[in-house]
């Protein structure tokens, strides 16, 4: 069976050729069977063959370029769509995508590469100028027409009057109380829908502070304003999530001091939600010190140890990521945080994202004393017993492994639970290629600490 065409089923084409066919053959006809038909009569024919014969020749033009644009070379297709690519554009792992395409992918709260699954350090979308070039000559080779690439814009760019309309909500934000709630309704729906919203705030110094202005006045003009508040760190959230923000939202004085402000003593959504702005913050190296030396980390722990569960994961998300910096790990167990996570997870709280921040702390001396000393030990065997989850129980072992090779007396209740159970070398044998390592580790411990005790 012959496969049929776009332009065979294309319904408009068909009509204007039956059309067309039909004209024809009445011309023809006034000619044949009338003797003393016009010339005006054989010209008309003339233009319909003309025009029938052109509209055969488009659509056979047509069907080639299909026919080349659906055998095009495999780098020239979008990894999304299989289809030739009309604007690429490289996303941070270097993969090459059709820009409306990734556009969408990214608008949907997607932050990996889609064909390698990575996690993609920026949303920064460079043209790719090479395939595109090698793309436009080889359709060129072929008379096909390449659409220009401005058409494919995000269509978020924002406007004139949007950026009118931007400036004139910040303005609100020195004006009546009334106007200011407005306002900062607004904006926090805007940067919530809008990326490009978001991108406005980082083209002057001024917007930020002019958005937080209400916060930073007199405490007795901010109380009793909790919406306020709530809607202006929401807005401090969202404009934390674009990444050319980051580093410009973090290093405005006034926003840790209010975003810790926020944790004691806003709303449950909003010390959720600057919870969540620290964490977004916290993605860059130079922003986790910054927080971390302001004392962020202190309300952060306060507000887990709290334990609602709106803001419990927000919390634990910021401790984790601030953390992975060295100096900020110090901090987190000086203001507690061993012993407000140990709490949680006996309470069997949250207690995969906890165990794996108290892993992290685990390479801290003094988080490791806290553990022996509030009993962490059988909890974790407990855990990695009873757990289904690998992950938790990988988190558990290495804890442990840290515990036993710097406090000699937790030895013994894992030689216990190790002869009543086989904890350890169970997972020896079945946990993750890591769990397994570590566990290993311990057995090689607990047989050495025995067979020196039989020596002795």
């Not at 979008?78 to 395409?101: F, H, N, W």
């Not at 401090?236 to 980051?246: A, E, G, Q, T, Y």
């Amino acid at each position: 069976m012959a496969k049929t065409s776009v332009s065979d089923s294309d319904p408009t084409v068909m009509a204007k050729a039956t059309e067309l066919k039909k004209e024809l053959q009445r011309l023809v006809r006034a000619i044949v069977d009338d003797d003393d038909c016009t010339a005006e009569t054989i010209d008309q024919a003339k233009d319909a063959l003309s025009a029938l014969k052109e509209l055969k020749l488009r659509k056979r033009s047509q069907s080639l370029k299909l026919h080349d644009t659906l055998s095009c070379p495999d780098d020239f297709r979008c990894p999304l769509s299989k289809e030739l690519m009309k604007d690429p554009v490289i996303v941070s792992t270097g993969q090459t995508y059709d820009r409306a395409l990734i556009q969408k992918w990214l608008k949907a709260g997607n932050r990996t590469c889609p064909r390698t699954q990575q996690v993609l350090s920026h949303t920064i979308l460079t043209p790719n100028h090479l395939i595109r070039e090698m793309i436009s000559q080889w359709c060129k080779s072929r008379g096909i027409e390449l659409s220009d690439p401005s058409h494919y814009i995000d269509e978020d760019v924002i406007t004139a009057a949007d950026r009118d309309h931007f400036l004139s909500l910040l303005e609100k934000m020195s004006t009546s109380l009334s106007e200011k709630k407005e306002a900062a309704k607004e904006l926090r729906m805007l940067t919530k829908k809008m990326p490009s919203f978001r991108a406005l705030f980082g083209e002057s110094v001024d917007a930020i502070p002019q958005l937080l202005s209400p916060l930073s006045e007199g405490k007795s003009q901010r109380d009793g304003q909790p919406e306020l508040q709530e809607d202006l760190i929401t807005t401090l959230l969202n404009l934390s999530i674009h990444d050319n923000n980051k580093k410009l939202v973090a290093e405005t004085p006034m926003v840790i001091p209010l975003l810790m402000e926020a944790l004691r003593t806003g709303t449950i959504e909003t010390r959720s939600n600057a919870a969540a702005a620290l964490f977004t913050l916290s993605a860059l190296d130079s922003n986790k010190a910054l927080i971390g030396k302001s004392g962020a980390l202190k309300p952060l722990i306060d507000l887990l140890e709290e334990g609602h569960p709106l803001a419990v994961k927000d919390a634990a998300s910021a401790i984790f990521t601030l953390c992975i910096l060295h100096e900020n790990k110090a901090r987190a167990v000086c203001d507690g945080a061993v012993r407000v996570i140990l709490k949680k997870i006996m309470n069997r709280i949250y207690v995969d994202e906890l165990l794996a921040i108290l892993a992290m702390l685990a390479s801290h001396q003094k988080a490791v004393d806290e553990m022996g000393e509030l009993g962490a030990v059988p909890w974790l065997l407990t855990i990695i017993r009873e757990s289904t989850c690998g992950r938790n129980k990988e988190n558990c072992i290495a804890i442990l492994h840290t515990i036993c090779f710097n406090d000699r007396t937790m030895l013994k209740e894992m030689r216990e639970e190790e002869n009543k159970y086989s904890t350890i070398s169970d997972l020896a044998k079945n946990g993750t290629s890591r769990a397994k390592r570590k566990a290993n580790g311990i057995l090689e411990r607990l047989n050495r600490a025995v067979n020196l005790t039989h020596t002795a």
